[in-house]
């Protein structure tokens, strides 16, 4: 009885961290190959604000944004 219960106890442990970290390699992957923002949004975001960004500033501005993902 108990044996049972434990072994039901570490499956559900394996298989959370499990699942936890195969979406966590999945969402990484993802966001790697479609990333949520780029330089053309950056441009048009600064160009909305009144000014015309040159490439210098766009990447440093993706340059930021890469460091904090």
Not at 38 to 59: F, H, T, Y
Request: no cysteine; charged share 20%; proline share 4%.
């Amino acid at each position: 009885m108990w044996g049972e219960i434990l072994w039901f106890i570490i499956g559900l442990v394996i298989g959370f961290a499990l699942g936890f970290f195969l979406a966590r390699h999945f969402m990484q992957k993802y966001l790697k190959k479609n990333p949520p923002i780029n330089e053309k949004m950056i441009e048009v975001m600064m160009s909305s604000m009144g000014r015309k960004p040159s490439k210098k500033q766009v990447n440093q501005v993706m340059q930021q944004m890469n460091r904090y993902m």
